[in-house]
C-alpha cells in the first residue's frame, strides 16, 4: 500500500533563509509524487509533481524537489523563503490512471522576521 | 482559482442529522474525488467518481455515500452525523484516467467545513 511520511509536522525558517521539507514514500511501483501547499482557509495548491525524467523538478513560487528513488524520497526545497510561504505543506504519492493520492500529515512551516 | 466549486463553505449541524456537500468540478474535468481532512486523521481519500461511475473508494464511512451526476458535479452525503465527523471536506477533481486531457495533477476546491454540534 501506499504511504508517505512527513517527520516533521513543524518547522520554523527566518526570512531568507533556506528552507528543506523532508518526505518519504512507500510504493511498490513507479511513484507520481506531488508537493501541495495550503494556505489558512484555503484549497490544496499544486507547487510540483515529479513523474519521470529529471529527478529534480521545479515548481511555482521557486519551490524544487529532488526524487531520489535510493532513499525513497521527494524532499521539497527553497534556497530564500518569504513571509508569504508559510503555509502548510503535503507530499502526496499516486499512481497512474486513478490518481488517488495518498498524502502525509503535513509540515507547517513558520516564517520568522 | 482552482476551477472548483464547493457549497457550501461553512456549515453547523446536530448529531444525528444528515448534510449534502456539492461539487462542481473544472470544466471539463471527467473525475472527482472527495478527500475529508481533520486534525486528528489529515487528508484522507473517502471516494472517486470518474465520469459518473464510482471507480476508487478509500476509508468512507457506511454513513457516507457520494454520487456523480451526468453533468459531472458530485454530491456528497453524510447521515446519522456524529462530533468525529466535523472536518473540512474537500473536493478535487482531474482530467480522469491516463491520457487525453489527464496532467496528473488534482485540483482541490476550497473546501466545505462541517461542524458538527
Redesign the interface.
Known sequence: AQSVTQPDIHITVSEGASLELRCNYSYGATP?L?W?VQSP??????LL?Y?SGDTLVQGIKGFEAEFKRSQSSFNLRKPSVHWSDAAEY?CAV?A???????????TRLLVSP | DSGVTQTPKHLITATGQRVTLRCSPRSGDLSVYWYQQSLDQGLQFLIQYYNGEERAKGNILERFSAQQFPDLHSELNLSSLELGDSALYFCASSGGLAGGSNTGELFFGEGSRLTVL
Do not use: A, E
Open positions: 507520481y506531488f501541495y482557509g484555503q484549497g490544496l495548491q499544486l509533481k513523474f503535503f499516486g497512474w490512471g486513478f490518481q488517488k493520492l495518498v498524502f502525509g500529515t503535513g
